[in-house]
C-alpha cells in the first residue's frame, strides 16, 4: 500500500509505505557501513591497488573492477543521515571514516604512483582532470539512485553503492599519481573532480532520505527548515561547484571549438599543397598567446610567406594572439614510372602540359663558340698570311773584264 506524503505541505506525493520497524533497521545497517573498521580500510585499499595499475595500464576495463571493490559510498549516506536525523554522533563518525577512507586511498596511490613513476601517462588519468557541470549531474543522480536503493528493501544496495563510488577511488588515485610527478594543476583538477562527486552524492542522499522520512521533526515548517540548516554547508558548497564547474564547462566548450575550427582552417588551406598532409597539430599556451603547432608531411617547400597567411586566417578565430609554428617533414611521393611531385608540388603531367605551348627560347643558336675563340685565333691566322720580309740581295759585282 502507499500513503500520502504530506511533508511537503500542499503538494503531496505518494512514496512506499515504510514501517517505523523498518526505518529503524535501514538507519542501522547505514551506521553500521558508516563506520571505521579493518574491513572497511582493506577493500578501499585494494579497490586503489586495482584502480591505480588500471590507471598506469591505461586500461578502462581494469578501472571498472576497482570501482566494483571500492567502499567509499557507506561514509557519505551515513553523512547524509546524520544530517537529516540530527544524529551528530553518526555524522561524526561517518566524517571520520570517510577521511580515513580517503587518506588510505591517497597514500597507497601515491606509493604505487612512485613506483611506476616512469610509465607515459594514458587518457585514463588525462579523462579525470578536467571536470566540469556534467560530471556534477551524474554525481548527483548517483546519488539519488544510491540512497533510493539504500532504503529500498527489493533492491541491490551492492551493485548501486559500488558504481557511485567509481566516481571517487579513481579520481583520488589520479590526484596522488600525478603529484608524486610533479603535475600539481592536473591533480588539482583530479581531486575538485572527487570532491565535487562527494559533495553532490552527499546532497542527493540527504535530499532523497528527507523525502521518505527519515528525520524526527513531524511538521512541515520544523522538517524542511531544519533540513536546510544542517545541510547549509552542503547547499552552500553544491551551488559554488555549479559555478565553478559550469565555467570549466563553458571554457572547455569554447576551447574544444576553437580546436576544432583551427584544425579545419589548416586542413583547408594545404588544399593549394599538392601531395601535403596534416599529421598532427598541438595547441599549447606560451607568454600569453595561442601557440598552434602543425606538422605536415609534404613534397613541397612551406615557404615563411605561406605559414604568415595562414597565421592571418587562425588569428581571426580567436581574440587572443596567436602564433602558427608548422613542421613540414619532407616527403617523396613515388611510383613505377618514378617520383610524381617535384619541390614545387607539380606532377610530371602538368610541368609537361605547362612546357607544350611555350617555344623554346634557343639563345645557343648562335655559334658561341666562335666569338669566344674569335679574338685568340684570328691574329694567329693574319700572322700566318702575312708574307715573309723579303731579304735584302746584295748586287754582285761585275767583273771586269766582261
Same mark, same amino acid.
Request: hydrophobic share 45%; aromatic share 6%; proline share 6%.
Given at each position: 500500500?502507499?500513503?500520502?506524503?504530506?511533508? /511537503?505541505?500542499?503538494? &503531496?506525493?505518494?512514496?512506499?509505505?515504510?514501517?517505523?520497524?523498518?526505518?529503524? #533497521?535501514?538507519?542501522? &545497517?547505514?551506521?553500521?557501513?558508516?563506520? +571505521?573498521?579493518?574491513?572497511?580500510?582493506?577493500?578501499?585499499?585494494?579497490?586503489?591497488?586495482?584502480?591505480?595499475?588500471?590507471?598506469?595500464?591505461?586500461?578502462?576495463?581494469?578501472?571498472?573492477?576497482?570501482?566494483?571493490?571500492?567502499?567509499?559510498?557507506?561514509?557519505?549516506?551515513?553523512?547524509?543521515?546524520?544530517?537529516?536525523?540530527?544524529?551528530?554522533?553518526?555524522?561524526?563518525?561517518?566524517?571520520?571514516?570517510?577521511?580515513?577512507?580517503?587518506?588510505?586511498?591517497?597514500?597507497?596511490?601515491? !606509493?604505487?604512483?612512485?613506483?611506476?613513476?616512469?610509465?607515459?601517462?594514458?587518457?585514463?588519468?588525462? #579523462? =579525470?582532470?578536467?571536470? #566540469? !557541470?556534467?560530471?556534477?549531474?551524474?554525481?548527483?543522480?548517483?546519488?539519488?539512485?544510491?540512497?533510493?536503493?539504500?532504503?529500498?528493501?527489493?533492491?541491490?544496495?551492492?551493485?548501486?553503492?559500488?558504481?557511485? %563510488?567509481?566516481?571517487?577511488?579513481?579520481? +583520488?588515485?589520479?590526484?596522488?599519481?600525478?603529484?608524486?610527478?610533479?603535475?600539481?594543476? /592536473?591533480?588539482?583538477?583530479?581531486? +575538485?573532480?572527487?570532491?565535487?562527486?562527494?559533495?553532490?552524492? *552527499?546532497?542527493?542522499?540527504?535530499?532523497?532520505?528527507?523525502?521518505?522520512?527519515?528525520?524526527?521533526?513531524?511538521? !512541515?515548517?520544523?522538517?524542511?527548515?531544519? /533540513? $536546510?540548516? =544542517?545541510?547549509?554547508?552542503?547547499?552552500? +558548497?553544491?551551488?559554488?561547484?555549479?559555478?565553478?564547474?559550469?565555467?570549466?564547462?563553458?571554457?572547455?566548450?569554447?576551447?574544444?571549438?576553437?580546436?576544432?575550427?583551427? =584544425?579545419?582552417?589548416?586542413?583547408?588551406?594545404?588544399?593549394?599543397?599538392?601531395?601535403?598532409?596534416?599529421?598532427?597539430?598541438?595547441?599549447? =599556451?606560451?607568454?600569453?598567446?595561442?601557440?598552434?603547432?602543425?606538422?605536415?608531411?609534404?613534397?613541397?617547400?612551406?615557404?615563411?610567406?605561406?605559414?604568415?597567411?595562414?597565421?592571418?586566417?587562425?588569428?581571426?578565430?580567436?581574440?587572443?594572439?596567436?602564433?602558427? !609554428?608548422?613542421?613540414?617533414?619532407?616527403?617523396?611521393?613515388?611510383?613505377?614510372?618514378?617520383?610524381?611531385?617535384?619541390?614545387?608540388?607539380?606532377?610530371?603531367?602538368?610541368? #609537361?602540359?605547362?612546357?607544350?605551348?611555350?617555344?623554346?627560347?634557343?639563345?645557343?643558336?648562335?655559334?658561341?663558340?666562335?666569338?669566344? $675563340?674569335?679574338?685568340?685565333?684570328?691574329?694567329? *691566322?693574319?700572322?700566318?698570311? *702575312?708574307?715573309?720580309?723579303?731579304? %735584302?740581295?746584295?748586287?754582285?759585282?761585275?767583273?771586269?773584264?766582261?
Amino acid at each position: 500500500m502507499k500513503k500520502p506524503n504530506n511533508y /511537503l505541505g500542499a503538494r &503531496s506525493i505518494d512514496v512506499p509505505s515504510e514501517s517505523t520497524d523498518y526505518r529503524l #533497521s535501514v538507519s542501522k &545497517s547505514i551506521e553500521d557501513n558508516s563506520s +571505521l573498521t579493518i574491513p572497511y580500510l582493506v577493500m578501499n585499499i585494494l579497490a586503489t591497488i586495482v584502480a591505480c595499475y588500471g590507471l598506469i595500464a591505461d586500461s578502462t576495463a581494469v578501472v571498472i573492477g576497482a570501482m566494483i571493490v571500492a567502499m567509499l559510498l557507506g561514509p557519505i549516506v551515513g553523512v547524509a543521515l546524520g544530517l537529516v536525523e540530527g544524529d551528530n554522533k553518526l555524522l561524526y563518525k561517518a566524517i571520520l571514516a570517510e577521511f580515513a577512507g580517503v587518506a588510505a586511498v591517497l597514500i597507497v596511490a601515491a !606509493i604505487i604512483g612512485k613506483i611506476h613513476d616512469d610509465v607515459p601517462l594514458g587518457k585514463e588519468i588525462f #579523462s =579525470r582532470t578536467a571536470p #566540469s !557541470i556534467l560530471d556534477l549531474a551524474i554525481a548527483l543522480a548517483g546519488g539519488a539512485a544510491g540512497a533510493y536503493a539504500t532504503i529500498s528493501p527489493k533492491l541491490s544496495v551492492g551493485l548501486v553503492g559500488v558504481a557511485i %563510488s567509481t566516481a571517487l577511488v579513481p579520481p +583520488l588515485a589520479t590526484c596522488s599519481i600525478l603529484l608524486v610527478r610533479g603535475e600539481t594543476k /592536473l591533480a588539482t583538477g583530479a581531486f +575538485l573532480l572527487f570532491f565535487a562527486n562527494l559533495v553532490a552524492i *552527499q546532497v542527493a542522499s540527504s535530499v532523497v532520505l528527507w523525502l521518505h522520512g527519515y528525520h524526527k521533526i513531524a511538521t !512541515i515548517d520544523r522538517g524542511l527548515k531544519r /533540513l $536546510l540548516l =544542517r545541510n547549509t554547508v552542503s547547499f552552500g +558548497l553544491l551551488i559554488s561547484l555549479v559555478g565553478l564547474l559550469g565555467f570549466n564547462f563553458q571554457t572547455s566548450l569554447a576551447k574544444q571549438q576553437f580546436e576544432q575550427n583551427v =584544425r579545419k582552417e589548416i586542413t583547408k588551406s594545404i588544399i593549394g599543397f599538392p601531395g601535403t598532409f596534416v599529421t598532427d597539430v598541438r595547441f599549447t =599556451r606560451d607568454d600569453q598567446k595561442n601557440l598552434v603547432t602543425a606538422e605536415l608531411t609534404t613534397p613541397i617547400i612551406i615557404t615563411p610567406q605561406s605559414v604568415a597567411t595562414l597565421e592571418a586566417k587562425l588569428s581571426k578565430l580567436t581574440d587572443q594572439p596567436l602564433e602558427l !609554428i608548422v613542421r613540414s617533414v619532407s616527403t617523396r611521393v613515388i611510383n613505377k614510372s618514378g617520383y610524381i611531385y617535384d619541390n614545387r608540388g607539380q606532377t610530371d603531367r602538368e610541368k #609537361s602540359i605547362q612546357a607544350e605551348p611555350v617555344k623554346p627560347v634557343e639563345p645557343e643558336s648562335e655559334p658561341s663558340v666562335e666569338p669566344v $675563340l674569335q679574338p685568340s685565333i684570328q691574329p694567329e *691566322q693574319k700572322k700566318l698570311e *702575312q708574307p715573309a720580309p723579303a731579304k %735584302s740581295v746584295q748586287p754582285e759585282p761585275k767583273k771586269s773584264g766582261q
